[in-house]
Every structure is written in structure tokens, then in C-alpha cells.
Nanobody, 125 residues
Framework: VQLQASGGGLVQTGGSLRLSCAAATRTSGTHTLAWFRQAPGKEREFVAARRTGGITAYADSVKDRFFISRDNAKNAVYLQMNSLKPDDTAVYYC????????????????????WGQGTLVTVSS
């Protein structure tokens, strides 16, 4: 599965951005799509995920600000980011697992087999 992330850019604190991740091949069957991010000098961390069937999970740091959604017709997953803060500055990666990950697994990056190239989000103060 090839993933292509886009939509990053420069935004002021309090602004919004929507990231997109398009899968080059159709993602069918049970699977999980997710967003992770990596800030300079830090490890890649979980942001949000959506499992087949509509189950979603969010990191505490983005809950109620970020929203993950899916367009099956376009074979794409989106991350709507609102009320952005400077701490949200990072390269954002979309990821795919061919499994319907359960709650204890969905935040672990090692459970995702395919990754997009990343898109940079910079939030200015």
C-alpha cells in the first residue's frame, strides 16, 4: 500500500489545517489508518487513528481539536486540525495497518506496516 500525505504548511496559532492521505491502492477488508507526527529532536508519536467500522482513537494532546475521517470513494483519510498550537509543529505521517487494531495496539507505531512520506506542519506563535 502506497500512501501519499499532503496538506501541510505554515499556520498561526489558533488556525486550522486539513491533512490528506491518499492510498495508491484500494484499502479493503479490515484495516486501520492512522496519523503520527515527529517533532524535531523527538520520537514519532501517535496522533489519531480510524479502524474499519468507524472506531477512532486520539492522543490526549489533540483530543477535541483534531478529527480523523475517511472517504471510501477517494480511498483517502483526512486529519482536520483545529486550534493549532506551536507544540503541534511536526512532520505528520499517515500509516496503514492491514489489521483492525484493538485499543491497546492502535497507538503503537510498530503495528503499522506502511507509511507515507510525511508532510510538514509549522505553527507560528
Amino acid at each position: 500500500v502506497q500512501l501519499q500525505a499532503s496538506g501541510g504548511g505554515l499556520v498561526q496559532t489558533g488556525g486550522s489545517l486539513r491533512l490528506s492521505c491518499a492510498a495508491a491502492t484500494r484499502t479493503s477488508g479490515t484495516h486501520t489508518l492512522a496519523w503520527f507526527r515527529q517533532a524535531p529532536g523527538k520520537e514519532r508519536e501517535f496522533v489519531a487513528a480510524r479502524r474499519t467500522g468507524g472506531i477512532t482513537a486520539y492522543a490526549d494532546s489533540v483530543k477535541d481539536r483534531f478529527f480523523i475521517s475517511r472517504d471510501n470513494a477517494k480511498n483517502a483519510v483526512y486529519l482536520q486540525m483545529n486550534s493549532l498550537k506551536p507544540d503541534d509543529t511536526a512532520v505528520y505521517y499517515c500509516a496503514y495497518s492491514p489489521s483492525g487494531l484493538i485499543t491497546s495496539e492502535i497507538r503503537r507505531r510498530n503495528n503499522y506496516h506502511y507509511w507515507g512520506q510525511g508532510t510538514l506542519v509549522t505553527v507560528s506563535s
